[in-house]
């Protein structure tokens, strides 16, 4: 299984600051990595696939970069609405072993 | 834009099955590999597996042995069966789509509970 750790668990940041998440993978992945957020009581939403592409209706703020075993997510510039939490995903494997980080939750600081 | 439904049951007792039923609309159900994913209260993420409209699934290894994910095209739907729940199977059980770019549409989840 590819464990994919993710950090810091929780990071304090004041809205307009840029926010960096990363997300580790215990082995390569290539570029078949997600990013999600998760706001309470909602379902997970696809932000970015393949590593840096936003998913349809993402804002321009959100960015992702990486390949192989380090990613990044990057919020350039905090809203209230990002104090969210942040899952990564792999999906790299064949057949199929999806794995998600444990999650990065985004507090105000 | 395609919409996801779970339907089923919000509580199960301990040692039975979980049965749970996705419905698909404003879709069509060729253009995905349809998957369910879990989080237990205050957790993280877990992909339980995923069917395609073939019939043809996989699962995650660590609950193979208890996992069944079905398909039926003509009712735009598919499912999830886990067996011997148990109260570590108590979660939001989400259903989703996947086209290997990422779950990009997912159902509101449905909480199952394992309890006598």
């Known amino acids: 299984e590819i464990v994919m750790t993710q950090s810091p668990a929780t990071l304090s940041i004041s809205p307009g600051e840029r926010a960096t998440l990363s997300c580790r993978a215990s082995q390569s992945v290539g570029s078949n990595l997600a990013w999600y957020q998760q706001k309470p009581g909602q379902a997970p939403r696809l932000l970015i696939y393949?590593?840096?592409t936003r998913a349809t209706g993402i804002p321009a703020r959100f960015s992702g970069s990486g390949s192989g075993t380090e990613f990044t997510l990057t919020i350039s510039s905090l809203q209230s609405e990002d104090f969210v939490v942040y899952y990564c995903q792999q999906y790299n494997n064949w057949p199929p072993a999806y794995t998600f980080g444990q999650g990065t939750k985004l507090e105000i600081e | 834009q395609v919409q996801l439904q779970e339907s089923g049951p919000g509580l199960v007792k301990p040692s039975e099955t979980l049965s749970l039923t996705c419905t698909v609309s404003s879709g069509s159900i060729g253009d995905y590999y349809w998957s369910w994913i879990r989080q237990p209260p205050g957790k993280g993420l877990e992909w339980i597996g995923h069917?395609?409209?073939?019939?043809?699934?996989n699962y995650n290894p660590s609950l193979k042995s208890r996992v069944t994910i079905s398909v039926d095209t003509s009712k735009k739907q598919f499912s999830l069966k886990l067996s011997s729940m148990t109260a570590a199977d108590t979660a939001v059980y989400y259903c989703a789509s996947f086209d290997f770019r990422g779950f990009d549409y997912w159902g509101q989840g449905a909480l199952v509970t394992a309890s006598s």
């Open positions: 069917i395609y409209y073939s019939g043809s699934t």
């Open positions: 393949g590593a840096s």
